[in-house]
């Protein structure tokens, strides 16, 4: 006979303390939010403008999404609506949440309508489209980004960027991706900032043509900024190549949770203390903690009775070790980008890009570029 016993994942009586103070301070008190059913309160639309949804893998404080956001929102060409991860997912795949409660939250992003998920970045415009969220279903253009870091070759595989884009082509919508060839302890900040001022011709090109009947269908085009943006070589065509970094498991101590371990395990909770230190309402902070769903780990004994210390148990920890690439095209995407050039390649839902699709994509980005 197996035997299970559950064990709830406490908070630290401390943290809970803090946030109930800091909640009360708010204003909220102790009574509980009840969850709104209602149709989420947005700006009014400029039916004159063409509705932009924006997503990411980062997390929707991450510098690519903002810089980004406040670069189409500064040109007031469009209705910029932002639905993204509320923590880093940039490697989740296209994964969804499923049988689990996703909670969204209104966030802070002047000129745009912005939500924060507890999901992945697939969840994020599969909900956006649906029309549960905004009032609309289908904007005009898709873009996920700017992503810390290239997603070339098979690293799109375990891209949640690269997915939020796909997501939007499975739906019908236009889309892009966005990254930037983050270099540890090169790279800053600003070359976010950078990065845009290089892509934000392109996205205002596919917009017009979108809008024309212009732009490709039945892809999306992924986009890859080198690491020093303003001194890119221009853009190149690219095709999607086999790179990939090495995987390496490492073996760990018998520490179940490592250093960092711990705040990511508040985050699955729904509790960021991050979010703490915004000036949000004391109503969407009371919704973050009251409606989320407590995570228990459940054990169970076997016929045996063997217990936890009779078990063996190992620890490890995945990390992707970059390595030497001898293919030496210069059409493929990763070759191009470590030339100095901006990436574009073309990405269907098929294995292989069908040979129209690849010269109807490679015919307006070359129309595209002549036009800037």
């Excluded at 956001?69 to 991860?85: D, I, S």
């Excluded at 509320?86 to 989740?92: E, F, G, N, P, R």
């Excluded at 289908?138 to 997915?163: F, Q």
């Excluded at 970094?245 to 250093?259: D, E, L, T």
Aim: proline fraction near 6%; include cysteine.
């Amino acid at each position: 006979m197996t035997s299970t016993s559950v064990k709830p994942n406490m908070l630290p009586p401390g943290l809970v303390s803090n946030l109930q103070d800091v909640l009360s301070k708010r204003g909220g008190g102790d009574q509980p939010t009840q969850p709104s059913t209602s149709q989420p309160e947005e700006d009014s639309l400029d039916s004159s403008k063409p509705i932009v949804l924006v997503t990411n893998g980062d997390g929707i404080d991450s510098p690519g999404l903002t810089f980004l956001v406040e670069a189409l929102v500064r040109q007031g060409l469009y209705n910029v609506h932002v639905c993204a991860p509320q923590s880093d997912k940039s490697v989740s795949g296209h994964s969804v949440t499923l049988r689990e409660t996703v909670s969204v939250s209104s966030a802070d992003m002047n000129g745009a309508t912005a939500y924060e998920v507890a999901g992945t970045p697939v969840d994020c415009v599969s909900l956006a489209l649906s029309g549960a969220l905004f009032s609309w279903s289908k904007p005009l253009l898709v873009i996920s980004g700017i992503n810390r870091g290239s997603n070339c070759g098979h690293h799109m595989l375990y891209s949640g960027v690269v997915a939020g884009a796909r997501e939007a082509l499975i739906s019908g919508v236009p889309s892009l991706s966005i990254s930037l060839n983050w270099r540890k302890d090169e790279s800053q900040e600003n070359d976010f900032k950078d990065a845009v001022a290089v892509c934000l011709p392109l996205i205002n090109a596919a917009i017009r043509d979108i809008e024309k009947g212009d732009f490709p269908k039945s892809c999306f085009l992924n986009i890859e900024i080198p690491s020093s943006p303003l001194s890119n070589k221009g853009f190149k065509i690219t095709k999607q190549s086999t790179w990939r970094s090495i995987p390496s498991w490492q073996a760990v101590s018998g520490n179940r949770y490592p250093p960092g371990h711990f705040m990511n395990n508040q985050q699955s909770l729904g509790i960021q203390l991050a979010q703490l230190g915004r000036d949000a309402s004391a109503a969407g902070a009371a919704r973050r903690v009251t409606t989320q769903k407590k995570n228990v780990e459940i054990e169970s004994t076997g016929a045996a009775g063997k217990s936890d210390f009779e078990r063996v148990k190992k620890y490890f920890r995945l990390e992707f070790v970059d390595k030497e690439q001898d293919n030496v095209d210069e059409d493929l995407d990763f070759r191009a980008v470590e030339s100095g050039f901006v990436s574009v390649t073309p990405l269907s839902l098929s294995p292989h890009l069908e040979s129209d699709t690849q010269t109807a994509a490679s015919n307006w980005i070359s129309s595209a570029l002549q036009e800037q």
